[in-house]
């Protein structure tokens, strides 16, 4: 009998963009933005069928939802939504709770898969994380804080000491500061 119930409730298989998935009822899909409900609504061909855990060998078939958000970022984004609509205190105290803790490249993620699917309740809430992070900042210390290196040059070195020092993971975490910033 639980097997029936799980087989009525209406489900979608989350895949990110490296292959991790998700399963979720279609309302917690649906709670994922705008850009999961669209796909979900129009993509009628688009299905999985997965075995049935009540283990009498029955399947279910779910609707695929294919979104290019990496699956860390997914599962972010998949806790934030069951967190916000179960959520009953502030957005001081969500954000606070949420973000807690969260480096700044995670953040930046964050903040490019939430404007993919068009979660307009994650956007607000990273930006204003990030917001608090730089709060009562100079510009200088701003620019140190996301490692962008281009506003405030280093000291003049020569070519391959410039070069030794800004590594590829600070170009990355720096042209997603700026990505994540031009969306704010």
């Known amino acids: 009998m639980a097997a029936e119930r799980f087989q009525e409730k209406k489900m979608v298989m989350l895949r990110s963009e490296d292959g991790v998935e998700f399963l979720l009822s279609e309302a ?3 709670s994922c933005g705008t850009t999961v409900y669209v796909m979900i609504k129009y993509d009628s061909e688009n299905h999985v069928v997965i075995p049935s855990n009540g283990g009498g060998g029955g399947e279910i078939k779910c609707r695929l939802a294919r979104v290019s958000v990496r699956g860390d970022t997914l599962s972010k984004v998949i806790d934030f939504s069951k967190t916000h609509t179960s959520f009953s205190g502030s957005h001081d105290a969500l954000r606070d709770c949420f973000f807690a803790g969260l480096d700044h490249e995670t953040l930046f993620d964050l903040i490019l898969a939430s404007e993919y699917l068009q979660l307009r309740g994650l956007i607000d809430l990273a930006c204003q ?19 962008i290196n281009s506003v405030f040059p280093l000291p003049q070195l020569d070519e391959e000491e410039k070069l030794a020092k800004q ?14 910033l031009d969306i704010v």
């Open 28 to 30: 917690e899909a649906i």
């Open 167 to 180: 590594s590829q993971d600070q170009l990355e975490l720096e042209e997603k500061a700026l990505r994540a």
């Open 129 to 147: 994380a990030i917001a608090h992070k730089i709060k009562d900042k100079s510009p200088r210390e701003i620019c140190g804080i996301f490692n």
